[in-house]
C-alpha cells in the first residue's frame, strides 16, 4: 500500500487471515453519510509564516484562526517541523511498533493512564527515541504558539494560563487502522470531542472526518495534504472561550485499500487543574455556560 510520502504493511489484515468481510461481532448499523469528494471540501488552512510575521499579515490569519475555531474547531497548518524529514520518520517508527508481535505489544498494555508509556515500545533503540523525541518537541512549540495565537484571538490576556498550559498534560496516541473488507458495516471509532485544549494530529492518509453541523449532522473527509497537520479545538478550549469556540467532533474511518496510520498529540491543563471560562468572555449577556472540570474528573466519570 502507498500512504502519503511512503509505504506502510502493518500488522494482519482481516483478508490475510482470509476474511473476506467483517465478522459478526463487529458489524454495526451504516452511519450518516460521509462527504469524501476531497477537491469539494474546504478546510480551513493556517500558515505559520504569516502569523510569525508583525503588521497586517499577522493580523488578518490571526483572524482568520478565529473564525475556523468559531465556525468548525478544526484547521490545518503547515508549520516549518514536517519540512525536516520528521514527518515520514515519525511514521515509519509507529508503524514498526505496530509491526511487532503481539506478545511484545501487549508487555505494555495498561489502563493506567499516570503511565508514561502504554502499549507501546521499551524504545531501547537510540534512533527511536530520538525521533520521537524531537517530534514531541516541536509539536509541543507548535501547540503552545497556537494556543497563545487563539487566546490572543479571543481578545483576554496574552499570559491567559500561560503558565498552566506549558507545564500541562501532553499525551500521545498512536494508532493503526488496518485495510477492512467492508468498512461500510465495520464497527470503527464513533464521533466524539478531546478532552484536551488542543489536538494536533499527523496522518499518512485520509479517514479523519469532522462531523458537519451544517450538513444534518454528516462527516467532511479531510484530505491527507502532504505537509500539513490537522489540529482539533478540544473541549477545555470550549471551556475557556465560554462556547465562542467549539471543540471539534471527529471520528476514523476505515478503508478496504491502506493500513492508515494517524499520530494524535493531546494537549491541556494538569491532570487535576481546572478549566473555567476567562473572565473577561463572561459579563450579563454571556453568562457562564459551563462549569469548571478537569481532565482527571473526565477519566473517573469515564
Known amino acids: 500500500m502507498s500512504g502519503a510520502g511512503g509505504s506502510f504493511t502493518t500488522g494482519n489484515t482481516a483478508q490475510e487471515m482470509g476474511f473476506d468481510h467483517v465478522p459478526e461481532c463487529y458489524v454495526v448499523s451504516p452511519s450518516k453519510t460521509s462527504s469524501s469528494d476531497a477537491d469539494g471540501v474546504r478546510v480551513p488552512t493556517v500558515d505559520m509564516s504569516r502569523l510569525r510575521r508583525n503588521g497586517e499579515e499577522r493580523s488578518v490569519t490571526i483572524k482568520e484562526l478565529g473564525e475556523a475555531c468559531r465556525c468548525r474547531g478544526f484547521f490545518q497548518v503547515r508549520p516549518w517541523v514536517v519540512n525536516h524529514g520528521i514527518r515520514q520518520s515519525i511514521l515509519e517508527a509507529?508503524?514498526?511498533?505496530?509491526?511487532?508481535?503481539?506478545?511484545?505489544?501487549?508487555?505494555?498494555?495498561?489502563?493506567?493512564?499516570y503511565k508514561p508509556v502504554r502499549y507501546s515500545t521499551s524504545l531501547k533503540d537510540g534512533v527511536d527515541k530520538k525521533r520521537w523525541g524531537k517530534y514531541c518537541a516541536e509539536v509541543r512549540k507548535l501547540t503552545l504558539e497556537l494556543m497563545g495565537t487563539m487566546i490572543e484571538s479571543l481578545a483576554?490576556?496574552?499570559?491567559?494560563?500561560?503558565?498552566?498550559?506549558?507545564h500541562g498534560m501532553k499525551v500521545m496516541a498512536v494508532n493503526c487502522y488496518p485495510p477492512c473488507p467492508e468498512p461500510d458495516t465495520a464497527l470503527w471509532l464513533p464521533p466524539h470531542s478531546d478532552y484536551s485544549c488542543l489536538t494536533i494530529i499527523l496522518q499518512n492518509s485520509t479517514g479523519l472526518e469532522i462531523l458537519d453541523v451544517d450538513n444534518d449532522g454528516n462527516g467532511i473527509v479531510v484530505p491527507e495534504i502532504r505537509g500539513m497537520l490537522q489540529v482539533h479545538v478540544g473541549d477545555h478550549f470550549e471551556v475557556?472561550?465560554?462556547?465562542?469556540?467549539k471543540s471539534a467532533v471527529h471520528s476514523a474511518t476505515l478503508n478496504s485499500e491502506m493500513t492508515r496510520i494517524s499520530i494524535a498529540s493531546l494537549h491541556s491543563l494538569g491532570m487535576d487543574d481546572k478549566m473555567k471560562a476567562a473572565e473577561e468572555?463572561?459579563?450579563?449577556?454571556?453568562?457562564?455556560?459551563?462549569?469548571?472540570?478537569s481532565f482527571s474528573e473526565s477519566s473517573l466519570k469515564d
Open 94 to 113: 509507529a508503524a514498526g511498533f505496530f509491526n511487532l508481535p503481539a506478545k511484545e505489544k501487549l508487555k505494555f498494555k495498561s489502563s493506567d493512564v
Open 156 to 166: 483576554i490576556s496574552p499570559n491567559h494560563l500561560s503558565q498552566k498550559l506549558e
Open 240 to 245: 475557556l472561550s465560554n462556547g465562542i469556540y
Open 281 to 293: 468572555l463572561v459579563d450579563e449577556q454571556n453568562p457562564r455556560r459551563y462549569r469548571e472540570s
